[in-house]
């Protein structure tokens, strides 16, 4: 902190100046600049990413900034399902940070009734009317270290096709006709790379009638030779499960067992 | 999943207030749920794989000093047990064949084995209701289940001339097989502390609980664990009631046939089931069912043993499907996809030269899609990556983790535009996208034009996520009440009104600002008050059949397909065992390898995940081998030695030591999500350019585990197989055996 001689008038007064100041999670982080302005009569550096709004700490008023959406949804940093308040910027679209979501019992309790307007929701993460810390939501650090994770520069955006062989690393990048395309016709999706084997496509094995072994026919119908594994508890499994009963195979695994 | 900051936050206020005790069972002292500076809460140290003997010492001494209550585990069915006041019922009083030489040996009493006239009962599905036979408490002859409202407890005799006891008086024996002193030496609990719990949890009638996670139960022996949570439930009388184990996170129907949209039903989806297939997992059948063991009997082959385990009680597994898929049995995956898992670096012992090299080999797997952001673990060896989502532009309705019993569902929704490639139909590549493009190219049933049916009959197309998860939010806005239109202030704020025109296209307009209100939400989650009723019950549900078994006979009939050996149909600790259910001790020196191991939740990586985040990194760059005080001053080892856990059959196990006290004495744990070999450590290649892997990513240590060595190499000369739980089909995470050297 600046001033360690800072009356406790003064203090107040700046913790006043940070109420209003900010009421998200870069409050604590900003604390002596703010401490340190409302002492000296400077206005608060504009640095570092905008607030979502300012909530008066006398009245609980609050003045949202326009520039920021604060939309609220689910966080998938690990299987706990917790729910979480996403930041964007209005005008790009573009992540500024992930917090917790007062609306959800996962991250936030007690929590805010659903019926609770949105003002609410911006009083929650503010001292005012006393609810600081009490029904704010919160995120841990996996949450927020997930964040980081997916915005790294080696996120895969378009479909990658094996350039060598399985295993060695090499890819090339292929258009999604083409992916859609070699994946349910197969054929001799490698012999540019010197792989003469034919492959089976997802059309060939959707045979849902011929069993994969005559001799052993409980083992299911040809299509139950397709094996999918994924999802847990981020809600995305309606999707692989709908495919694989469709599709003719009960081999749809969720994270369950690993 | 337990949901963590939902029970901190729920029992720090109780635990303060001194209205709430925990006492936390863990290997590790881990992540700073139990600190010096709340009242209440106790570490207790627990040994890997021994959670059942924990369970087994309480039970034992909850029935010597008859502190259960009687009353709410004698109701035979659930009506009996709502009259008398409580949420469920169990099998205690049932009756089970103890003559070894009755064909229904080890089975559960049934009224023709009794000789009772059974009335011809169907259930709603019209299948036949079992009548299962108990000692009326009210006039002490046998009688069905259905007949009296309670069985007895302690009956040891015969029926109709067939030697029966109850389920209680078969876990009175087993929970006895072992003395107090030998639990306390299992477990690593004194016999103060094991008997100061059974204690108090029999002091504070329903209102006690037993928290238990997928970790306690990831051993070889872990179904007991399981099983002994459950008796402990009931043996209070605790299940349904508020206080005691109410059942976690009810939900309304969203992404199945629910109020605005029957997600659920698909015309004209083939006929496969368990019924007609066999998981690839081995699992739902019984060695003897499958017709290889019919076709090898019949060929004269006499007791054939497979060459891989079947798990007639286990569910489908992937860590098992895995393992099948790279042994080819019992039948080879043509296709293999997979998104948002690692389930090679998950399985324990997996990840290793020999499983990997057949994931590469196509002959061995023909066709490998990996859906991923990053080349993780699976996408390395995949033929094809297809980008996918991350969460903030995936749609998703997960319901809170366990422990929380209120209503309700969160609804993850795509918050921003996604970054994966934009098709020219406007849709962005993503898992959901690439199921609906392969099901629309096979033509398969319930997808496409048409797929999709509201409950008026009108039809809506499913070509991509938004198609289908927005639906179910409807059901969620309008489950129960419909929730009120969005306040067209707050949809500003929020940019709800400048959506994509899919999102609002995916459902009615009179359903889009209901669903814009639970978009804006997060969610929708009901009052608290909305579950719980006046006299301690959970009002919700809780007229529900909620049985609980003190006796399984799916466990008591599972005969191991290689020994042919049963373990019994009550709790008992079974000490750890290899496949064919041979204990763990009888191959191997615990002299020799006197350590087990345990993993925990990471707090600076999550799952197999993070490792790729540099902040994650910045605040901890590896984890650590992490070792009791007294057994590192035993091997000599000090705080940041580099050491080795070495298995019987030597996979090494090789990190940083932190020796502390939080640590159970015999054991060792790492935070899971270590120690990665591709997602960023590996060089990559994509259009001819080089990417370095960067090693920082690789760091850590990961457990290590044994194959299982009574099937691999044995039942087969190139089958592999990891060590796994014998009901339960998942695998030996936590236990094993080791020694810790000084690399």
């Known amino acids: 902190m600046g001033s360690m001689d800072i009356d406790r008038r003064t203090f107040v007064s700046a913790m006043g100046a940070l109420g209003a100041l900010s009421v998200a999670g870069a409050a604590l982080g900003s604390q002596p600049t703010a401490a340190v302005a409302a002492e000296s009569a400077f206005p608060a550096p504009a640095k570092g990413k905008p607030v979502e709004a300012s909530v008066d700490p006398k009245t609980g008023d609050v003045t949202v900034n326009e520039d920021v959406l604060v939309r609220y949804s689910g966080c998938v940093g690990c299987y706990c399902s917790c729910g979480n308040r996403v930041k964007l910027d209005r005008e790009t679209g573009s992540v500024l940070g992930v917090g917790g979501n007062p609306y959800n019992p996962a991250d936030a309790y007690p929590f805010l009734d659903f019926e609770a307007p949105l003002t609410e929701a911006y009083q929650s993460l503010s001292y005012a009317n006393g609810k600081g810390n009490q029904l704010r939501g919160t995120i841990c650090g996996r949450g927020n270290g997930t964040l980081d994770g997916y915005t790294q520069p080696d996120r895969i955006t378009v479909p990658l096709k094996r350039a060598g062989k399985r295993g060695e690393g090499k890819w090339k990048a292929i258009g999604w006709d083409q992916l859609i395309k070699e994946v349910t016709e197969g054929g001799k999706l490698f012999a540019e790379i010197g792989e003469d084997r034919e492959v089976m496509g997802f059309k060939e094995l959707h045979d849902t009638k011929t069993p994969m072994n005559p001799d052993e026919p409980g083992l299911g119908p040809v299509s139950n030779q397709l094996v999918m594994l994924g999802s847990r508890s981020d809600g995305r499994g309606s999707f692989s499960s709908r495919f694989a009963s469709t599709f003719g195979t009960i081999n749809a695994y969720g994270h369950s067992s690993s | ?743």
């Open chain 2, 1 to 743: 999943m337990i949901n963590f900051q939902s029970s901190g936050k729920r029992t720090l206020k109780n635990l303060a207030a001194g209205k709430l005790k925990i006492d936390v069972l863990d290997c590790t002292l881990a992540n700073g749920s139990v600190t010096p500076t709340i009242p209440g809460i106790n570490w207790i140290p627990i040994k890997p794989a021994t959670n059942a003997a924990f369970c087994a010492a309480l039970v034992q001494k909850i029935i010597a000093d008859k502190t259960y209550n009687a009353d709410a585990i004698s109701f035979t069915t659930q009506k009996a047990a709502v009259e008398g006041g409580y949420g469920a019922y169990t099998n205690a009083t049932y009756l089970v064949i103890v003559d070894e030489n009755h064909p229904n040996y080890r089975k559960l009493m049934r009224a023709a084995d009794a000789g009772i006239d059974a009335p011809e009962e169907k259930d709603k599905d019209g299948k036949a209701v079992e009548q299962y036979v108990v000692i009326d408490a009210a006039t002490g002859q046998p009688t069905l289940h259905s007949a009296c409202s309670k069985g007895t407890l302690e009956f040891e005799g015969e029926v109709n001339g067939v030697a029966v006891r109850t389920g209680f008086s078969l876990l009175t024996e087993t929970v006895n097989e072992y003395t107090m002193d030998e639990y306390a030496e299992i477990t690593g609990v004194s016999v103060e502390d094991l008997e100061r719990i059974a204690r108090e949890y029999t002091s504070h009638g329903t209102r006690v609980g037993i928290c238990h996670k997928g970790g306690s139960a990831a051993s070889v022996n872990g179904i007991d664990t399981v099983m002994g949570a459950a008796v402990l439930h009931a043996i209070v009388g605790a299940n349904q009631m508020i206080g005691g184990n109410a059942p976690n996170s009810p939900a309304p129907t969203t992404t199945g046939n629910g109020a605005r949209y029957k997600l659920g039903a698909i015309e004209g989806k083939p006929d496969v089931s368990t019924k007609n297939a066999c998981y690839i997992s081995r699992t739902v059948k019984a060695w003897e069912k499958t017709d290889e063991y019919k076709n090898r009997v019949a060929a004269g082959e006499k007791d054939p043993k497979p060459l891989m385990p079947w798990f007639a009680n286990g569910a489908a597994s992937d860590s098992q499907a895995l393992l099948s898929i790279v042994n080819k049995y019992p039948y080879q995956a043509k296709i293999l996809t997979s998104f948002m898992c690692n389930t090679i670096q998950a399985t324990p012992g997996a990840m290793r030269d020999e499983v990997v090299e057949r994931l590469c080999d196509p002959e061995v797997l023909p066709l490998h899609i990996v859906c991923d952001v990053f080349v993780g673990e699976h996408a390395q060896y995949a033929d094809y990556i297809v980008p996918d989502v991350t969460p903030y532009e995936s749609f998703g309705l997960p319901t809170t983790g366990t422990t929380f019993t209120g209503y309700g569902t969160t609804v993850r929704w795509q918050v921003k535009e996604p970054e994966s490639m934009k098709l020219a139909d406007g849709r962005h590549a993503s898992w959901e996208t690439f199921l609906a493009d392969v099901a629309e190219a096979c033509g398969l049933p319930g997808w496409g034009e048409g797929a999709l049916h509201d409950v008026d009959g009108k039809a809506w197309p499913l070509r991509d996520a938004a198609d289908f998860y927005l639906k179910a939010v409807a059901n969620l806005a309008y489950a129960e009440e419909p929730v009120a239109d969005i306040d067209a202030q707050e949809a500003h704020l929020q940019g709800l009104d400048e959506l994509p025109d899919s999102f609002k296209a995916a459902v009615s307009d009179e359903e889009w600002p209901k669903v814009q209100s639970v978009l804006s939400r997060g969610g929708r989650y009901w009052p608290m008050s909305y579950v719980h009723d006046a006299d301690g019950r959970r009002s919700r549900g809780y007229q529900d059949e909620n049985q609980t078994y003190f006796y399984s006979e799916k466990r008591a009939t599972n005969k191991n397909c290689y020994s042919g050996k049963q373990l019994p149909g009550t709790l008992r600790y079974n000490p750890e065992t290899f496949t064919d259910l041979s204990p763990m001790e009888d191959h191997f020196s615990r002299e020799e390898y006197p350590f087990s191991a345990s993993e925990h939740k990471p707090r600076f990586r999550s799952i197999s995940m993070l490792s790729n985040s540099p902040v994650m990194r910045d605040l901890c760059s590896h984890n650590y081998i992490e070792l009791n005080r007294e057994d590192a001053a035993d091997l000599g080892i000090k705080d940041g030695d580099k050491v080795c856990a070495t298995t019987p059959l030597g996979d090494v196990s090789e990190g940083v030591a932190m020796v502390r006290a939080g640590q159970v004495k015999g054991a060792f744990a790492l935070a899971f999500g270590y120690e990665h070999q591709n997602y960023g450590a590996q060089d990559i290649e994509v259009d001819g350019k080089a990417t370095k892997g960067d090693p920082a990513i690789a760091a850590g240590v990961r457990i290590h585990q044994m194959l299982d060595p009574t099937v691999t190499g044995v039942t087969g000369d190139d089958v592999i197989s990891i060590i796994a739980e014998n009901d339960a089909a998942s695998p030996g995470r936590c236990g094993g055996m080791f020694k810790i050297e000084k690399a």
